[in-house]
């Protein structure tokens, strides 16, 4: 009798990567961003607020801004240390400008108060959304069971140009995308299609590539031949409806005491794009 045929091995990385990278160019890319110039006469800092699920790395990704440009570790937004936790560690609206070795670059990032399944439990869609639009004051706690309105004291009546957010940035953990529960996707779906004829770019962040994909894991710079992370960016986009290449793969600094050049460069890759597409709608803005 025979040996039976075994049944033939299918490798977890494709032959070409599915996306141009820029690894070795994280010196080129943090001098474009050191050098960056505001489209609007008016504006010294491009707003940018990031929102997203709990636990999925929001202030860990603001921190990893910081780190990159710094060159050290920072811990500017304060972090949860249980991961797992159930429950939002951000739970007011805190702006955090973006700080390179020669001091303030002009961007800043707005943290908000994670979003939960649970109609009454972390932030409301409302209030990111007002938060976009500059009608929430600095500080603002959010109050998962009522939204802001017009007549809270932290309400914004006529906001400044340099009040409003000109990216949304969504964090969503790779590791569990799969099996968001569809309130949440809800939540994110209602933020997007309430801003989307405003032209506000959107952006996602896939953070935690490395505890997703075991391949990644032992090396970073396979992110972009992993069947696993192009799976997971595919379905992200099914799922949120935010285009493929408005989505980038990141790893946040959380246990590390020092940078590394691959996760600098992932970081970066995702900032630029992000300040890019914000100062391309601030320039619309201002020919209006």
Not at 110 to 133: C, H, N, W
Not at 142 to 155: A, G, L, M, Q, T
Not at 181 to 209: C, G, N, S
Request: charged share 25%; with cysteine; hydrophobic share 35%.
């Amino acid at each position: 009798m025979g040996n039976r045929s075994s049944k033939p091995t299918i490798s977890p990385e494709l032959e070409k990567p599915w996306r141009e990278s820029e690894w070795g160019q994280k010196e080129a890319l943090k001098k474009s961003l050191e050098e960056f110039s505001v489209s609007h006469p008016d504006i010294k800092h491009i707003r940018i607020l990031v929102a997203g699920q709990i636990g999925a790395g929001k202030s860990s990704f603001i921190n990893s801004v910081n780190s990159t440009f710094q060159g050290r570790i920072t811990n500017g937004a304060v972090v949860n240390a249980n991961s797992v936790s159930s429950h939002s560690f951000t739970n007011r609206i805190t702006t955090h400008r973006v700080r390179g070795a020669d001091g303030d670059l002009p961007f800043v990032l707005t943290d908000t108060m994670g979003l939960k399944t649970e109609a009454m439990e972390g932030s409301q869609p409302e209030d990111v959304i007002k938060a976009i639009y500059g009608h929430v004051k600095e500080n603002y706690k959010f109050n998962p069971e009522e939204p802001i309105d017009h007549k809270s004291e932290d309400y914004i009546r006529d906001p400044l140009l340099s009040d409003q957010a000109f990216c949304m940035v969504y964090v969503v953990d790779s590791k569990t995308i799969n099996f968001t529960d569809a309130r949440l996707i809800d939540k994110l779906r209602i933020i997007r299609h309430r801003i989307r004829d405003t032209r506000i770019p959107q952006v996602i962040v896939l953070t935690k590539v490395d505890e997703a994909c075991p391949l990644v894991k032992n090396d970073l710079k396979k992110v972009y031949t992993s069947i696993t992370i192009k799976r997971k960016i595919q379905v992200c986009s099914e799922m949120i409806g935010v285009p493929l290449n408005c989505i980038f793969p990141v790893k946040n600094y959380q246990d590390e005491i020092k940078i590394n050049n691959d996760v600098d460069v992932l970081i970066l890759t995702a900032f630029e794009q992000i300040v890019k597409l914000a100062n391309d709608r601030l320039r619309e803005v201002a020919s209006n």
